[in-house]
């Protein structure tokens, strides 16, 4: 009696679509796992073998603050201290100077002073934007300039009506004041939004930061400025400017989503 020749069944397109995301998302699992071993592994060997204490001058390959697990600074924990630390390691004759600052200068000692009492009474308990409108009162800003991205007006315009809402005199300039043409200063058409089809306005933090010295600001907010474009608005406004927006379009303006996803889907940045 012959034997019945069984065929190999076939898979559908769908059952095989079906086990290949099967597949891609046990990698995905295992990858995960692999990374969180990695850092865990990593963190016993520093604790088991620490590093020796290196040369405080090193200026590239030395650890840092960044690869720290114990802040022992944050209360003087002396006996935590690891052998890398900044702390124990520090210029004296810089801390020195850095604490006469605080202690001399007026507008320094004012910014000091108003962020502690924001941190000490507010901490945890305010949003961003309450502890900014409490930090201008403090400070006693008489008038305040708001450096905005002209993306970000409408939310601009929500916290101007906050300002007004306290009593806060303001005065808001949009990061395309001007409307000078890209190209006018050599940036090159490859680095435009529409690659040089269009008219592209350039965003102007020189003159953001003019125009609110000219209207003698005591205190700047930033709002959603470029990265790059604060570091220059901040080079050129003459009174000392803080940030209520980080601009991340990807992350609805949080940036810090991929640093606290960096173990999962931003593992490969
Ligand atoms: S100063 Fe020292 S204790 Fe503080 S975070 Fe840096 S390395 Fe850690």
Do not use: W
């Not at 020749?5 to 699992?29: C, L, N």
């Not at 605080?102 to 308990?125: C, M, P, Q, R, S």
Request: hydrophobic share 35%.
């Amino acid at each position: 009696m012959s034997e019945e020749v069984k065929k190999p069944t076939r898979k559908t397109k769908a059952a095989k679509k079906a086990e290949y995301e099967s597949i891609k998302e046990q990698v995905e699992q295992l990858e995960k796992q692999l990374l969180e071993l990695k850092t865990k592994a990593k963190e016993l060997d520093a604790d088991l073998n620490p590093a020796p204490k290196k040369d405080a001058e090193c200026p590239s390959q030395c650890l840092t603050c960044a690869d720290c697990r114990v802040k022992a600074c944050f209360n003087n924990e002396a006996e935590k201290y690891p052998s890398f630390c900044l702390t124990t390691a520090v210029n004296k004759k810089l801390l020195q100077k850095a604490k006469d600052i605080y202690l001399t200068n007026d507008t320094d000692k004012k910014l000091a002073l108003t962020a502690a009492y924001v941190e000490g009474n507010f901490y945890g308990k305010y949003t961003r934007v309450q502890e900014t409108i409490e930090f201008i009162k403090q400070y006693g800003a008489k008038k305040v300039g708001v450096a905005t991205c002209v993306g970000l007006l409408n939310e601009a315009s929500v916290f101007c009506k906050l300002l007004k809402k306290h009593g806060i005199e303001y005065y808001t300039v949009g990061c395309k004041i001007g409307a000078i043409e890209k190209s006018e200063i050599g940036i090159p058409k490859e680095n435009t939004l529409t690659k040089g089809e269009k008219f592209e306005s350039m965003c102007n933090p020189i003159m953001q930061a003019k125009v609110l010295n000219a209207q003698k600001t005591d205190l700047n907010i930033v709002i959603g400025l470029c990265v790059g474009h604060d570091a220059l608005f901040m080079r050129y406004a003459k009174a000392p400017s803080t940030i209520l927006v980080v601009k991340d379009r990807v992350t609805g303006h949080n940036p810090v989503v991929p640093l606290y996803t960096a173990g999962g889907i931003y593992s490969k940045i």
